[in-house]
C-alpha cells in the first residue's frame, strides 16, 4: 500500500470528491483517480461509488476514511517530533483577509518564506469566507469576533473600531452623537455587518442602512474618506487617517466590544509545526506593533 494513495485518499474524502481533491493536491483528475484505484486494489475493496455527477465514499471508505486520516496525521506529528529544528517543508496554504491581508500580513508572510526557503507559501486574500476542510486550506487569518466554531482559534492580538466620518462629510451633514441620530445620516459599510456598540457595560448592537455596501474594507474606508457617509472601522485601518485630519471620530461615547486577530485551523490533535511556526511568527510580529500598521495614503 502507498502512503500517497493514501494522502490522496484522504484529501479526496476531506475535499468530497476527485476533481476537488484533485485542486487541494495541484495534480490532475487522471492521477488521482489512478492512485484511488490503486489503494482500492492494495485494499481488496471499493472506497468510492462513482457516478456521472460526481463520487461519494462507500461504506467501506468511510470506515478507511477515519484510520487513513489518523495515520497521515499521526505521520505529519512524528516527522515534525524527529525534526523540530529542521528545515519547514512542503505547502502551506493560508486564507488571509483582503484589507488588512495585503497591508499588515503579506510582509510576515513573505518573511517566513524567506526564513524557510523550502517551504511553498500558498496564500488567498480573500473577505469570502473560506472553508478550511472543504477547500484544503491549513489555517485562516480572521477578524473580528469569533463565533461558535469546530475550528481552533488562537488570538494574535486585540483590537477595537469606532465610527468615523471626512471633515467635509460632518460639515455637511452635522456630527450624530447618538444611536438615534444615524437614521439621519448616510453610512458606508460591507454588506450585512453589525455594529457591536456598547454605551458602557450595555450592549447596542446597531444594523446600520446605508446606500453604500462593499465586501471589502479598503473600499469602506475610501468611500468615507470621499465623503459618503459614516462607517464603522478597525482602529488599525482607520489610526493614521485621524492622525493626518482626514477622518474625525464620532459618537465617542460608544465603543465596540473587543476585537482580536485570531488564526484558525481545522480540529485535531496536533497542529502542523508550519502553523505553529507562523502562529509565533505573527504574535511576535504584532506584539511590537500596537496598533498594527495602517496604510499611509489614502486609497
Request: proline share 7%; charged share 20%.
Given at each position: 500500500?502507498?502512503?500517497?494513495d493514501v494522502?490522496?485518499?484522504?484529501?479526496?474524502?476531506?475535499?468530497?470528491?476527485?476533481?476537488?481533491?484533485?485542486r487541494?493536491?495541484?495534480?490532475?483528475?487522471?492521477?488521482?483517480s489512478?492512485?484511488?484505484?490503486r489503494?482500492?486494489?492494495?485494499?481488496?475493496?471499493?472506497?468510492?461509488?462513482?457516478?456521472?455527477?460526481?463520487?461519494?465514499?462507500?461504506?467501506?471508505?468511510?470506515?478507511?476514511?477515519?484510520?487513513?486520516?489518523?495515520?497521515?496525521?499521526?505521520?505529519?506529528?512524528?516527522?515534525?517530533?524527529?525534526?523540530p529544528?529542521?528545515?519547514?517543508?512542503?505547502?502551506?496554504?493560508?486564507?488571509?483577509p483582503?484589507?488588512?491581508?495585503?497591508?499588515?500580513?503579506?510582509?510576515?508572510?513573505?518573511e517566513?518564506?524567506?526564513?524557510?526557503?523550502?517551504?511553498?507559501?500558498?496564500?488567498?486574500?480573500?473577505?469570502?469566507?473560506?472553508?478550511?476542510?472543504?477547500?484544503?486550506?491549513?489555517?485562516?487569518?480572521?477578524l473580528?469576533?469569533?463565533?461558535?466554531s469546530?475550528?481552533?482559534?488562537?488570538?494574535?492580538?486585540?483590537?477595537?473600531?469606532?465610527?468615523?466620518?471626512?471633515?467635509?462629510?460632518?460639515?455637511?451633514?452635522?456630527?450624530p452623537?447618538?444611536?438615534?441620530?444615524?437614521?439621519?445620516?448616510?453610512?458606508?459599510?460591507?454588506?450585512?455587518?453589525?455594529?457591536?456598540?456598547?454605551?458602557?457595560?450595555?450592549?447596542?448592537?446597531?444594523r446600520?442602512?446605508?446606500?453604500?455596501t462593499?465586501?471589502?474594507?479598503?473600499?469602506?474606508?475610501?468611500?468615507?474618506?470621499?465623503?459618503?457617509?459614516?462607517?464603522?472601522?478597525?482602529?488599525?485601518?482607520?489610526?493614521?487617517?485621524?492622525?493626518?485630519?482626514?477622518?474625525?471620530?464620532?459618537?465617542?461615547?460608544?465603543?465596540?466590544?473587543?476585537?482580536?486577530?485570531?488564526?484558525?485551523?481545522?480540529?485535531s490533535?496536533y497542529?502542523?509545526?508550519?502553523?505553529?511556526?507562523?502562529?509565533?511568527?505573527?504574535a511576535?510580529?504584532?506584539?511590537?506593533?500596537?496598533?498594527?500598521?495602517?496604510p499611509?495614503?489614502?486609497?
Amino acid at each position: 500500500m502507498d502512503l500517497d494513495d493514501v494522502k490522496t485518499f484522504v484529501e479526496v474524502a476531506d475535499a468530497g470528491g476527485v476533481a476537488p481533491g484533485a485542486r487541494r493536491l495541484g495534480v490532475s483528475k487522471s492521477v488521482v483517480s489512478r492512485r484511488i484505484s490503486r489503494l482500492e486494489d492494495a485494499l481488496g475493496t471499493q472506497l468510492l461509488s462513482r457516478t456521472a455527477r460526481g463520487s461519494t465514499l462507500t461504506e467501506a471508505g468511510a470506515t478507511f476514511r477515519d484510520h487513513a486520516t489518523r495515520v497521515v496525521t499521526e505521520l505529519a506529528v512524528a516527522q515534525d517530533a524527529l525534526s523540530p529544528e529542521g528545515e519547514l517543508r512542503g505547502q502551506l496554504r493560508i486564507a488571509a483577509p483582503l484589507s488588512f491581508g495585503i497591508v499588515a500580513l503579506a510582509p510576515v508572510l513573505a518573511e517566513l518564506a524567506r526564513q524557510h526557503p523550502l517551504l511553498h507559501v500558498d496564500t488567498v486574500y480573500s473577505d469570502r469566507f473560506v472553508d478550511l476542510v472543504a477547500e484544503g486550506v491549513d489555517c485562516a487569518i480572521r477578524l473580528g469576533q469569533m463565533q461558535d466554531s469546530s475550528l481552533i482559534a488562537r488570538r494574535i492580538f486585540s483590537f477595537r473600531a469606532q465610527i468615523v466620518a471626512s471633515p467635509n462629510y460632518l460639515a455637511a451633514r452635522g456630527t450624530p452623537q447618538h444611536i438615534d441620530d444615524l437614521a439621519d445620516h448616510e453610512v458606508a459599510m460591507r454588506k450585512g455587518e453589525t455594529w457591536p456598540l456598547m454605551d458602557g457595560d450595555t450592549p447596542v448592537p446597531v444594523r446600520p442602512r446605508g446606500r453604500f455596501t462593499a465586501d471589502c474594507g479598503d473600499a469602506v474606508l475610501a468611500a468615507v474618506l470621499a465623503g459618503v457617509g459614516l462607517a464603522a472601522l478597525p482602529d488599525f485601518l482607520t489610526h493614521a487617517h485621524i492622525e493626518a485630519g482626514r477622518l474625525v471620530p464620532v459618537m465617542t461615547r460608544y465603543t465596540t466590544r473587543e476585537l482580536g486577530m485570531y488564526v484558525l485551523r481545522p480540529q485535531s490533535a496536533y497542529p502542523s509545526r508550519k502553523v505553529r511556526v507562523l502562529i509565533d511568527l505573527l504574535a511576535g510580529h504584532f506584539s511590537e506593533q500596537c496598533p498594527p500598521p495602517a496604510p499611509s495614503q489614502s486609497p
